[in-house]
């Protein structure tokens, strides 16, 4: 047994959880990472992985029951997306991505607005997390996107970019300004915004580095009307569903690097236990005996880390703010060092396309930019130790 299979015989799944866990590797292993390179290559939105998880039931993981849902705990979701992402790290965070939509509409949406869309997600229909801005990314104070009160409606106008699978879902959970906002507190309102509504346009599609399999458009908003019916947690109660949000979105992020990581890691293995420099394997240099080592021993215990945050996500911890800044920005920034150094191990090969190793180098990236940069991330993480 080596060092992962015996890490993995402590995690103490359930036989209800092993199944799950035994199904979504036969997936990804037997589906997602067969097409991953076509996906990627053709800039293409993967559908039938989409839909193979459509089938599996894994929709609905965050949803319960009684809204069509088979709720699951939080650690086996960040499994399923840690799994899925080695495969195909773009159909991870799409999944993860729809997670980040149905768990604040199950937090504070209301009983017709559980109903009206957490059956809708279960059953496989997309959704998109709407908050960046030109000039507000992190900071959302400077948040230009407003929300205008119009008798039972609401006029909505603005612009959003950098938005995940936001072309393609068929509904957003939009954060702006509340325009007749009093003064106390935060101006700040979530409305969830159907596709197909008067006045919402995608104006463009971003070609990037990497994840080019999942799609990152541009959003426009020209005196869109909502019905207030929409609102989430009521008008100036967007706040602490932005900070819910993102303290469940951000170990979903981890995951997903995580899982990129892994990936990259028994690809180099692999490579360099079979590869010969005269008469010698690559491995058998102490040099890269010792990197090998250290990133088996920065996995692991990352992985440990993810556990520990989604356990706390799990027992509803009061405050898992700091932890989910902490893991997103361990798991992301060892992604980036891992796959950088597995292209290295490659040598003149890693650099081309004949090897999976410079598009995990590539997808890697992003993980240290979306849901909070690393730099703002460590922000949180001090101002913890601080206020303390």
């Known amino acids: 047994m080596d060092l992962f299979e015996q890490f993995e015989s402590m995690r103490h799944w359930s036989d209800e959880e092993k199944i799950v866990i035994d199904q979504v590797t036969k997936l990804a292993d037997q589906e997602f990472k067969p097409r991953a390179d076509k996906y990627a290559e053709n800039a293409e939105f993967p559908w039938e992985n989409l839909n193979a998880i459509k089938e599996l039931g894994l929709n609905g993981i965050c949803i319960p029951e009684k809204f069509g849902g088979s709720q699951i705990s939080y650690r086996l979701f960040t499994e399923i997306a840690y799994i899925i992402s ?40 997309l959704g998109a997390l709407a908050i960046t801005e030109s000039e507000g990314g992190s900071d959302i104070s400077r948040m230009k996107t407003t929300f205008k009160p119009d008798g039972d409606d609401i006029i909505i106008n603005g612009e959003k970019i950098f ?12 954060f702006g300004k509340w325009t007749e906002h009093d003064g106390k507190g935060s101006p700040l309102t979530a409305i969830v915004l ?59 992020v ?29 491995m058998d ?14 996995i692991i215990s990352t992985k440990a880390l993810l556990d520990y945050v989604a356990r706390l ?31 290295q191990l490659f040598g003149g090969g890693g650099y081309t396309t004949e090897y999976r190793a410079e598009r995990l180098m590539r997808e890697a990236k ?17 101002n913890s130790l601080i206020q303390n």
């Open 86 to 125: 080695q495969a195909c790290a773009a159909t991870g965070i799409i999944y993860g991505t729809n997670s980040a939509v149905g768990h604040p509409i199950l937090q504070f949406g209301n009983e017709q607005q559980k109903e009206r869309f957490l059956p809708r997600l279960a059953s496989g229909s």
């Open 163 to 174: 938005i995940t699978t936001g072309d393609v879902a068929d509904f957003v959970l939009l």
């Open 194 to 252: 159907e596709k197909g509504t008067p006045g919402f346009e995608v104006p463009r599609l971003e070609k990037k580095m990497g994840m080019s399999a999942s799609s990152t458009a541009t959003l426009s908003f020209i005196d869109c009307r909502v019905s207030k019916d929409n609102v989430i947690n009521g008008v100036c109660g967007g706040l602490p569903i932005l900070l819910y949000t993102l303290n469940k979105s951000r170990p979903s």
């Open 254 to 282: 981890a995951a997903n690097a995580l899982g990129i990581a892994k990936a990259a890691f028994d690809d180099g293995l692999e490579y360099a236990s079979e590869r010969k420099i005269g008469k010698k394997v690559v």
């Open 285 to 298: 240099f102490q040099y890269n005996q010792y990197l090998m080592a250290d990133y088996a021993n920065d």
């Open 313 to 343: 996500i799990d027992v509803g911890a009061a405050d898992v703010g700091a932890a989910s800044s902490m893991i997103k920005v361990k798991a992301t920034d060892l992604c980036m060092k891992l796959t950088t150094d597995v292209v």
């Open 366 to 382: 992003i993980t240290q930019i979306w849901e909070g940069t690393n730099q703002v991330n460590r922000g949180v993480i001090a």
